[in-house]
């Protein structure tokens, strides 16, 4: 059995606004083991940023619980904060005095490292996030880019087992998003659990093993990418055939083969365009386009959809709103 890193248990976050009981996050249970890439995908308002900050300790939960490594999020609070880094979406540095390296080193002083540690440490993640020659810089010297991993190296210095990430590639250019990708990947594999928050659906596919989907507070769906897609049909071609009547008189045997083709499951033919579930590559997509050559069935067109995160997105929330 996989160790569990973070256990959400019930967990409710209740607000008062002008007089109004709003519910931020409503009994969200669910768990995220160690060493997964879990994506928490939802619309502005949806609760993931309060769900994370129970995490960070800068919520307090109305109801309910959060446990990191079995340590309750509150009462253990110093404990879970020296295992968890945060990666805000805002930009966070202390730099109105320090340069790039005193900025990592300060920031590990939060965590109790000894000051020689916190230097070795810095220097360690200015190297390898390609930012030592701009050590002595002040911070509105760097570019976004540059700035964006020295946040992820300031989540870092204190070597936690959890890394959140919170919408890490907001504004970033196409570069500088698949730059980040092959950091955050890279820590994964060295075994970090990282909790991703991101608006980009296309990230969530290519990073997380398992997503979780909230909607106004409440959890409507968590798994793999892959399988919530299916909730929505899944992937499809659909072969748009000539149905004037002569090419159809020409077909042999057109009768017996659409009797063939409509008996597969989740296959439709009508007003000329047969559709398949499937893909290009599948066994099944492929002999039916062999039937249709050999009966002579001409083809005027052939469209592959690929089924999206984004498509249960919208479906099963109030859709891409900002």
Known sequence: MNEVAIAFEGLTKTY???????????????????GEFFGLLGPNGAGKTTTIGVIAGTVKPTAGSVRVFGLDAVRDYRKVHKLVGVMPQ??????????????????????GLAPREA??????????????????????????????????AKALIHDPEILILDEPTAGADVALRRQLWALMRELNAQGKTILLTTHYLEEAEELCGRVAILDQG???????????????????????????PAALEAAKGL?????????????????????????LEDPAVLE?????ARAGVKIRAIHAHRARLEDVFVELTRGLKA
């Open 119 to 152: 230097r070795r440490r810095a220097d360690a993640l200015l190297k390898r996030f390609d930012l030592w020659d701009k050590r002595k810089a002040e911070v509105k010297e760097l570019s976004g880019g540059m700035k964006r991993r020295l946040m992820l």
């Open 255 to 279: 009768k017996a083969l659409a009797a063939k083709v409509k008996a597969k499951a989740g296959t439709t033919l009508k007003d000329g365009k047969l559709v398949l579930p499937g893909t």
């Open 218 to 244: 409440e959890l409507v769906a968590v798994g793999p990418p892959e399988e919530l897609t299916k909730r929505v049909g899944g992937d499809v071609v659909e072969i748009e055939l000539d149905a004037r």
């Open 90 to 111: 805002e930009e966070a540095l202390d730099s109105w005095f320090l340069n790039v390296r005193e900025i990592l080193v300060y920031s590990a002083g939060y965590f």
């Open 288 to 292: 039916t386009l062999s039937e249709l």
């Open 16 to 34: 008062t606004a002008k007089g109004k009981r709003v519910e931020a996050v409503k009994r969200l249970t669910l768990t995220i083991e160690r």
